[in-house]
């Protein structure tokens, strides 16, 4: 049988054993944010599309231009597009490639976080302000200050403070920088060196700025000790996100390369987090990107697969499944198809 009609196949198949289906087929959505504001679910995804550029280990095939805001009355609803949220010509500092976004809700406004390369190639996380959960959006003039690399989350705690999350190796440029400084002779680190964590650092009370230095959070292993660079299965890649369950901090993450989403739990929103396993096995595309969500009394894992587009890396589709919780705060794992590839 020829190599097309294995891999059209396949893809039928894969279709068929998805736990889950697209929550949106118009366009290609990835990289999910959910949240519920004023009783309702948005979702904050990057907008995938054909760039034309080829595949390659920097991304640079991942040339999305905008954002759309999506909308659900319920679990079970239909997204709804609310139409272009963001355009990078809008963002005066920006040039190309808007990653991975997250919102955020404060006195009435809501914040648009993304990531974008400026002209010189740099990645930088942006801020725009709308009145409305679904934009449009404002851009402020100029990056955050002191912001670099890439998706950005954003977490209220119960006490009102906001944290933002950031970073991703590779094409995401984390491994450019320590304690905050750029020097493109850093490499990523490899072999029994300490793997690089995500960044932190708390929002100023407007939302638009770092109110601290940006922090390196540190993931341990079950003795306490440092990931280290060569436990790919584990080491933080990108796709921060940040709950909280039963007064714990869950940071969760995807390793990249071996295409988990895993988390780690701690005490505090800086960390420490100490790893405990797998939320999400691999999906169809090379990335792996999620958010964690409550929707009434239940969990909700966003999250998306290349299956849509009949498995092209950088168009992707947005998917949501339940997360179920074992009594002692685990969470177990999803199998993202019923039959394993
Ligand atoms: O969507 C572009 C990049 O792919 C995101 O920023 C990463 O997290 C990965 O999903």
């Given amino acids: ?99 991975a976004p997250d919102a955020a809700h404060k006195n009435g406004k809501y914040y648009l ?52 999350y950031f970073g991703g190796i590779w094409g995401g440029q984390l491994q450019k920088y320590r304690d905050n400084k750029y020097d493109t002779d850093y490499e990523e680190p490899f072999g029994t ?8 650092a708390r929002l100023s009370d407007d939302m638009l700025e770092f109110d601290e230095e940006p922090k390196e959070i540190k993931i341990l292993d079950e ?33 990249g390369d071996t295409h988990f989403i895993c988390y780690a739990i701690g005490d505090s929103p800086y960390g420490p987090f100490v790893y405990q396993g797998i939320i999400l096995n691999p999906v169809v595309g090379w990335t792996s990107h999620h958010s964690i969500c409550r929707v009434d009394n239940d969990w909700y894992l966003f999250y998306h697969d290349s299956s849509l587009s009949k498995g092209i890396t950088h168009l992707r589709s947005i998917k949501v499944t339940k997360i179920n919780y074992l009594p002692d705060g685990s969470i177990e794992t999803i199998n993202p198809y019923s039959k394993e590839y």
């Fill in 1 to 99: 049988m020829a190599e097309e009609n294995i891999e059209k196949i396949k893809f039928e198949e894969i279709d068929k054993f998805a736990i889950s289906q697209p929550l949106v087929s118009h366009i290609y959505t990835a990289d999910p944010s959910a949240h519920v504001f004023n009783g309702k679910i948005y979702i904050y995804p990057s907008h995938d599309i054909d760039s034309g550029i080829p595949f390659n280990d920097n991304g640079d095939h991942f040339g999305m231009e905008d954002y759309h805001v999506f909308s659900m009355d319920s679990i079970n609803s239909q997204a709804i597009d609310n139409g272009v949220a963001l355009h990078v010509d809008d963002v005066a500092w920006a040039e190309k490639q808007m990653w």
């Fill in 113 to 164: 976080y993304f990531p974008a390369k400026r002209s010189n190639g740099i990645f930088q996380i942006g801020v725009a302000v709308s009145d409305s959960p679904a934009g449009p959006f404002k851009p402020e003039k100029e990056a955050i200050k002191g912001s670099y690399s890439i998706d950005p989350a954003v977490f209220e705690d119960e006490d009102g403070k906001h944290y933002i």
């Fill in 193 to 200: 060196n300490r793997a690089l964590g995500p960044i932190v």
């Fill in 223 to 255: 003795n306490g000790k440092d990931l280290l660079a060569s436990d790919n299965d584990r080491r933080f890649f990108e796709a921060s996100w940040v709950h909280k369950y039963k007064g714990k901090y869950y940071f969760s993450y995807s390793t």
